[in-house]
T-cell receptor
Framework: GAVVSQHPSRVICKSGTSVKIECRSL??????MFWYRQFPKQSLMLMAT?????????EQGVEKDKFLINHASLTLSTLTVTSAHPEDSSFYIC???????????FGPGTRLLVL | AQSVTQLGSHVSVSEGALVLLRCNYS??????LFWYVQYPNQGLQLLLK??????LVKGINGFEAEFKKSETSFHLTKPSAHMSDAAEYFC???????????FGTGTSLTVIP
């Protein structure tokens, strides 16, 4: 139980293009999903909290127009990196919250490389 | 305010030896505590969690952790390390539903054959 998938697992794109990453909770419903960014050999950096049916809450320093988040259903959240640049290259991980106390279950991550 | 400190960014143990990964937290309310493991190029997998039911928590893969309120600690242990335990381990604290998780900086575990 509590399986979270992410798609794609790896993407390479040209600078200036937009990339969409999907995060799905496969066997449970998640009112809240989270998006993280992880740099090599570092911990997770929370980018935003995504709530179903409402606007995402972004952490300080994260550009909401750059990283568009949509949480259209209780099992799907998407992160779109708009006009990607090489500095956006990173490992992006989503999680979905479930249970009491609330536990975060993580997707396998998406490796983004912007050329 | 909540925070998590993981002492030792790198820990090396011999195969078959005891694994001890340290985690100390600060929280203004009774916390919920979690340990996650991350293998290279993968997401985080939940190892175990403390939910105030029992201070000694058993998780997957033979790991366990003990909540010690007096020491504000939640150290992760495993009696006998296996090569497959080599990974990055993260401790996290939360104040409950609707609240953010705060992650430690992680501990990289190396298992020496």
């Amino acid at each position: 139980g509590a399986v979270v998938s992410q798609h794609p697992s790896r993407v390479i794109c040209k600078s200036g293009t937009s990339v969409k990453i999907e995060c799905r909770s496969l066997d449970f419903q998640a009112t809240t999903m989270f998006w993280y960014r992880q740099f090599p050999k570092q911990s997770l950096m929370l980018m935003a909290t995504s709530n179903e049916g409402s606007k995402a809450t972004y952490e300080q320093g994260v550009e909401k127009d750059k990283f568009l988040i949509n949480h259209a259903s209780l099992t799907l959240s998407t992160l779109t990196v708009t006009s990607a640049h090489p500095e956006d290259s990173s490992f992006y991980i989503c999680s979905a919250a479930s249970g009491r106390p609330e536990t975060q279950y993580f997707g396998p991550g998406t490796r983004l490389l912007v050329l | 305010a909540q925070s998590v400190t993981q002492l030792g960014s790198h820990v090396s143990v011999s195969e078959g030896a005891l694994v001890l990964l340290r985690c100390n937290y600060s929280s203004s309310v009774p916390p919920y505590l979690f340990w996650y493991v991350q293998y290279p190029n993968q997401g985080l997998q939940l190892l175990l969690k403390y939910t105030s039911a029992a201070t000694l928590v058993k998780g997957i893969n033979g790991f366990e952790a003990e909540f010690k309120k007096s020491e504000t600690s939640f150290h992760l242990t495993k009696p006998s390390a296996h090569m497959s335990d080599a990974a990055e381990y993260f401790c996290a604290v939360s104040e409950g539903t609707g609240n953010q998780f705060y992650f430690g900086t992680g501990t990289s575990l190396t298992v020496i054959p």
